[in-house]
């Protein structure tokens, strides 16, 4: 669906972290409702890895692929991994999907919409907010948007050691639009803060989507930002009816409240950046775990993981809080 597709997993460590938790989010909601029942939309990318592991651990049966690009949908009909997995006769857009499918209230859905693409972030928001009027309670929507506050730009007339902030507010004033969360500040821009803005934007697309509905409401259930080259806001929330003893019911039933990720407001998201560590380097951290705080692992390897010290610190207590969903990777010889 789009260029970031074109990357394989394995180059994406912090965006694969995002997808096992995403997949341990939806195991606790399967404890409520049964995902394998669900129909699961996303982009699928030349090498549907997504799917795979929707089927594989989910058990999902019904699979629908999002995609624009002629090359990328001839990939996927060379790399089919399961038969499920429908990718249509040709190229389409995620507009034209969420124009033209019903989303039937008997069926379930789990969407992923997975843009990359910094310069249509308002018409990604506009298409959330298509789909939030069109879902059904206990229907999933996960979005992952660009946040990399460089692409914003900079006013180009002035020298590169100049703030850039002035022209990034602006300039996301105007991308945003309607989905403003607030009048955007050069607070709101800053590297730190512009994916907590993103999100509050998303929200309020969600939102707008759903204000004809007063039979439902959207419950945020996790927020994240990584990056494996530029910044990317990641956000979950589930179509819930609009009433407090069945909202209730489902988080008690899902027992989602013991889920250490839980985010429940989306005040701001949680970075799940972790170290780029050699194989030895990643075994010698967990030999010292759990006993070993990231400064004694620090002072014991003699060197620093990222570019200075605070950095390290930060990405390892990181990696010590998401190590059950980080991936190993390998070289395998056929």
């Given at each position: ?87 249509g006769d040709g190229p389409h857009t995620a507009q034209d999907f969420l ?203 003699g060197f620093f993981l990222a570019d200075s010290e605070p950095h390290t ?22």
């Amino acid at each position: 669906m789009s260029n970031g597709n074109q990357i394989a997993y394995h180059l994406r460590p912090n965006k694969t972290v995002d997808r096992n938790l995403f997949v341990d989010l939806l195991n606790k909601i399967n404890n409520y409702k049964n995902i394998s029942d669900y129909i699961y939309v996303g982009f699928g990318g030349p090498f549907l890895e997504d799917f795979k592991v929707m089927h594989t651990i989910l058990k999902i049966k019904k699979m629908i692929s999002l995609e624009i690009i002629e090359n990328t949908h001839k990939r996927q009909k060379f790399n089919m991994p399961i038969s499920c997995i429908d990718i249509g006769d040709g190229p389409h857009t995620a507009q034209d999907f969420l124009t033209n499918y019903h989303f039937k209230k008997r069926s379930r859905h789990i969407v992923w919409l997975d843009y990359t693409l910094p310069s249509e972030i308002n018409q990604q928001l506009g298409e959330i907010e298509l789909l939030c009027n069109n879902l059904n309670p206990y229907d999933i929507i996960k979005v992952t948007l660009n946040a990399h506050a460089e692409t914003l730009g900079r006013d180009n007339s002035l020298p590169y050691s100049a703030s850039p902030h002035a022209f990034r507010a602006n300039a996301l004033q105007d991308i945003l639009d309607v989905y403003a969360p607030h009048p955007i500040q050069e607070k709101h821009v800053t590297t730190k803060a512009y994916p907590t803005t993103l999100l509050h934007a998303l929200d309020k697309a969600m939102h707008m989507g759903i204000r004809t509905r007063p039979d439902i409401s959207i419950q945020p259930l996790s927020s994240f930002i990584y990056a494996d080259g530029q910044t990317m806001l990641t956000a979950t929330a589930i179509i819930l009816e609009n009433n407090h003893s069945k909202v209730e019911r489902f988080f008690k039933g899902s027992r989602l409240n013991n889920w250490p990720f839980l985010n429940k407001l989306w005040d701001k998201p949680k970075d799940i950046s972790i170290p780029v560590m050699s194989l030895k380097e990643r075994l010698e951290i967990e030999a010292k775990l759990p006993n070993s705080t990231p400064e004694e692992i620090i002072d014991s390897m003699g060197f620093f993981l990222a570019d200075s010290e605070p950095h390290t610190i930060k990405q390892l207590r990181t990696f010590i809080e998401y190590q059950r969903a980080i991936p190993w990777f390998s070289k395998v010889q056929l």
